[in-house]
Nanobody, 126 residues
């Protein structure tokens, strides 16, 4: 069964860190683009970051650049999203998505992705 499953969300104070995981099953992430999107209450879903595992290309939204790092776990069929210096505006449900290949101009276009996880809640609050 082809699927991606997110984990690692939770409640964190402003300035804190979290590491989200996107575990893929039924396919290898090696020739895929894996992206993270988020949706805050009352807002549209937006792209946060993406990685084309084939060559390691990484992309980031302006709102998170410098605070977020996307990478592939060396030992697992998993992509990680390390988030630091979290802010209340980072509060959202974070979704992992996967697609075959890589098109730079489409990295944040939801319709470009074939597989989606159920999401993991990230809450940044004191």
């Amino acid at each position: 069964q082809v699927q991606v499953v997110e984990s690692g969300g939770g409640l964190v104070q402003p300035g804190g860190s979290l590491r989200l995981s996107c575990e893929a099953s039924g396919f290898t992430v090696d020739m895929r683009t894996i992206a993270w999107f988020r949706q805050a209450p009352g807002k549209e879903r937006e792209g946060v970051s993406a990685i084309y595992v084939g060559d390691g290309t990484t992309l980031y939204a302006d709102s998170v650049r410098g605070r977020v790092t996307i990478s592939k776990d060396k030992d697992k069929n998993t992509v990680l999203l390390q988030m630091t210096d979290l802010k209340p505006e980072d509060t959202a449900v974070y979704y992992c998505a996967a697609r075959w290949g890589f098109v730079r101009s489409e990295w944040a276009r939801q319709q470009a992705y074939d597989y989606w996880g159920q999401g993991t809640q990230v809450t940044v609050s004191s």
